[in-house]
């Protein structure tokens, strides 16, 4: 067989890329809108909810999954209600509220013993040892999740963009709002045993703000970020086939180097972007001094 | 279903910190088609008012009660378009002026991601009046601030508002600007929208609009600006002993 179809031949393997590359394209379609909230912490926070959920779970003898969704929807709940109140602002309260529930799974961890190897998969991740199960859910979340944000796309744009405003016109951007942390907690769960705890913030946030980086339209960053989030877990998912490394590490470095590229050509793009004066439509180097100004460069 | 007749505010009091009131004991009558600028200093609640006049903030005490002619329900509520003070938008968020505008029409009405045909036509006859045909895809950030603040105007139109209620729509724009918005704004007046601002720009007002209302946490005096900008009503508003009105 052909080297490079090598690793098709392999049943786990193709559950592993397809798995990959669902959750790159949910998170990265997730991500979009988690940093035009102002929320990027929101993914590395709630994992870490989830986690201690999962271990409170398991020690309780319940499916992790049921855990993992209590307290991650709990710690949705209460960085709301928190980050509503604008005392505090929503990054210290996802800070405050998760890391307590993760060190709360920890500590249980450490009072009963009872550390296992699925609580170490769940930490970094292990898309190789989904099952049969993982995947339907996995593939559930993904439909029900890209349901919610095309069917609710407009009122979350808006809520995002000018709350007040969203709410004159008649939008309940408290529900949406939580609504949109529970998908989220949602896609976060199950994207933990895949990705890791440790690792998921770079999925969810790396490909929308190099989309950003790409676009100043909405659409356009969303489709970007899920192309972006789907081509770097797959990239990463193959070459750890190769490489022979874990690929939940390798996921993250082909998310980060995506960045890089999009970082590079964004700046490129501006500093040679084809603008006109002295009617005559041109491009070649020069500095932005603000939003409507340019010097050229001396030549 | 009726039609908008006035808006009638009686009691309202509202704060933000237990016991601190930042509005008390208003009491005010807004006819239709009435063009109120409302003048004061800053942290005199101008915004708190407007904010409760759309329905942001629930009054302390007191009632806001829009009236309509022949409602035959008690709990008649007009379109009210709403314009914010533009220094509060984040202009890196990635929307074109078209996806600005649309949202003033983004409820109850559609769950499809993107604008149909008739709302963008709508779009391109009130970028239109407001003088800014052809710029349906510039990202908001690419704009001037009159223009920026023609846009915020735009997506409270589209709505086809009743009542128009807008945040200091003049704060830091040039001269040129300003008229331009008040040109609109009278225009919008005329076709029988009623308006309300806040504003910071007395000269301004005084030439261009027909009824003011002094506001310092009440309401210290209203009528036309000949009878109201007076040095013993601008005293009690700005509490500055040596202003004079050129």
Redesign the interface.
């Given at each position: 067989m052909i080297e490079f179809l090598l690793p098709f031949q392999y049943d786990f393997f193709i559950k592993g890329i397809l798995v990959s590359v669902l959750l790159g394209g949910i998170c990265g379609l997730a991500g979009v809108y988690i940093i035009?909230r102002g929320l990027s912490y929101v993914g590395h926070g709630l994992s870490h909810a989830a986690f201690g959920g999962a271990i409170v779970g398991n020690i309780a003898g319940m499916n992790y999954y049921v855990g993992a969704i209590i307290w991650s929807y709990l710690a949705s709940f209460v960085i709301y209600e928190i980050s509503k109140r604008n005392k505090i602002k929503p990054d210290a309260a996802i800070g405050l509220v998760t890391t307590a529930i993760f060190a709360f799974g920890v500590l249980l961890v450490s009072m009963t013993n009872r550390y296992t190897r699925n609580f170490e998969s769940l930490l970094f991740g292990n898309i190789l040892a989904i099952t049969e199960q993982d995947l339907y859910i996995i593939v559930s979340v993904t439909i029900l999740s890209g349901a919610f944000f095309?069917?609710?796309?407009?009122?979350l744009?808006?809520s995002?963009?000018?709350n007040?405003?969203?709410?004159?016109?008649?939008?309940k951007t408290s529900y949406i709002e939580l609504l949109f942390s529970f998908v989220l907690a949602t896609i976060i769960i199950v994207s933990m045993s895949s990705i890791g705890v440790t690792l998921l913030a770079s999925v969810i946030v790396g490909p929308a703000i190099s989309a950003?980086m790409l676009?100043?339209?909405?659409?356009?960053?969303v489709f970007l970020s899920i192309v972006i989030g789907c081509v770097a877990s797959f990239s990463g998912m193959y070459a750890s086939f190769f490489l022979d490394s874990s690929s939940g590490p390798t996921i993250v470095m082909f998310i980060t180097l995506a960045f890089g590229i999009t970082a590079i050509y964004a700046l490129i793009k501006k500093i040679f972007h084809t603008h006109s004066h002295g009617g005559i439509s041109h491009s070649h180097p020069h500095i932005h001094t603000d939003?409507?100004r340019h010097e050229h460069t001396p030549r | 279903m009726g039609s908008f007749e006035y808006l009638k505010i009686t009691g309202l009091s509202y704060g933000f910190a237990y016991h601190t009131f930042v509005i008390e004991g208003v009491n005010l009558t807004i006819p239709k088609g009435r063009f109120v600028s409302i003048v004061g200093p800053s942290g005199s609640g101008k915004t708190t008012l407007l904010k409760l006049l759309c329905g942001i903030y629930e009054p302390w005490s007191g009632d806001i009660e829009y009236i309509c002619n022949d409602c035959d329900s008690i709990f008649y509520y007009p379109s009210v378009g709403y314009v914010p003070q533009i220094e509060t938008i984040d202009w890196n968020f990635p929307v074109s002026v078209q996806e600005v505008i649309a949202m003033g029409s983004w409820n109850y009405k559609s769950y499809l991601p993107w604008i149909d045909k008739k709302l963008k036509n709508q779009i391109k006859d009130v970028l239109k009046m407001l003088g800014l045909s052809g710029y349906e895809k510039r990202h908001i950030r690419a704009l001037s601030g009159g223009e920026q603040q023609r846009v915020f105007l735009g997506r409270a139109l589209i709505r086809n508002p009743d009542v128009l209620i807008l945040d200091e729509p003049t704060t830091g724009l040039d001269y040129v600007s300003r008229e331009k918005i008040f040109d609109i704004l009278k225009t919008l007046n005329n076709s029988g929208i009623t308006i309300i601002l806040s504003t910071h720009d007395i000269t301004h007002i005084a030439n261009r609009s027909p009824w003011v209302i002094c506001f310092n946490k009440y309401v210290i005096a209203e009528g036309s600006p000949q009878h109201v900008l007076k040095e013993d009503n601008l005293l009690k508003t700005y509490g500055l002993a040596d202003y004079r009105i050129k």
């Open positions: 035009l095309f069917l609710l796309h407009k009122r744009v808006f995002f963009f000018d007040e405003s969203a709410k004159i016109s008649g939008i950003r676009s100043n339209n909405f659409s356009n960053v939003e409507h | -």
